[in-house]
């Protein structure tokens, strides 16, 4: 699992839609950011410890997709 898949899972499991339709921001995030760190892949119990974490903010996480998706349409004039 890299962690990108992570990004995937926790957005997913924060916003209530589908990995499918999460991949799409994802990708779109991605093709906007250098390659690196987020394309590496954590041992399994790394990987496992983080989505537990994570999992233990998706308010959080919830709230900042908002903030981005409200940043995204001020500044780039998105609906």
Known sequence: MTNRDILVQILSEASGKPK??????VEVVYSN?????LDQEP???????????LRTQLPGVLRWL???ADMARKDWGLP
Request: neutral net charge.
């Open 20 to 25: 499918e339709h999460v991949s799409g921001l």
């Open 33 to 37: 950011i250098p390659k690196g760190k």
């Open 43 to 53: 041992p399994d119990d790394k990987a496992k410890t983080l989505l537990a974490s």
């Open 66 to 68: 908002a903030e981005g």
